[in-house]
């Protein structure tokens, strides 16, 4: 699941750096907006840990968990960016990162198809 997460706030923190390098901010209020994002994108992973929890039995390495953090992430990125979502409905993006996170804790990934990744 770190993994997941991982990919998920790499991707997350791209818009996070272009608005701190945009606006003037103390070095203190960045520091709590840092904690605040990094505990505000661990809601949608839960999606994950849930599904888990509930006896999800699929498989996957960190690569194909980085991989997937990023793509769900993009995939939410894009739903604002191409106005499917507006700036207020966050909330409405946030419950289907975590519908996705759920469903992908269930997709069977055979381990002899990713060593033939490596």
């Known amino acids: 699941m770190l993994y997941l997460f991982l990919g998920y706030v790499i991707t997350q923190?791209?818009?996070i750096?272009?608005?701190?390098?945009?606006?003037?901010i103390a070095p203190s209020a960045?520091?709590?907006?840092l904690i605040v994002f990094i505990i505000w994108s661990?809601?949608?992973v839960l999606g994950y840990a849930l599904a888990k929890k509930l006896g999800a039995l699929g498989h996957s390495n960190h690569i194909v968990l980085i991989l997937a953090g990023v793509v769900i992430a993009l995939l939410e990125?894009?739903?604002s960016y191409?106005?499917?979502?507006s700036d207020?409905?966050?909330?409405i993006g946030t419950a289907i990162v975590f519908i996705l996170f759920f469903?992908?804790?269930?997709?069977?990934?055979?381990?002899?198809?990713?060593?033939?990744l490596k």
């Open 13 to 15: 923190l791209y818009p």
């Open 42 to 44: 661990f809601f949608p």
């Open 30 to 33: 960045m520091f709590f907006a």
């Open 82 to 85: 191409f106005n499917f979502l």
């Open 77 to 79: 990125n894009s739903l």
């Open 17 to 24: 750096a272009e608005v701190f390098s945009r606006t003037d």
């Open 88 to 91: 207020t409905q966050h909330d």
């Open 103 to 116: 469903a992908f804790a269930y997709l069977p990934f055979k381990r002899a198809e990713l060593a033939s």
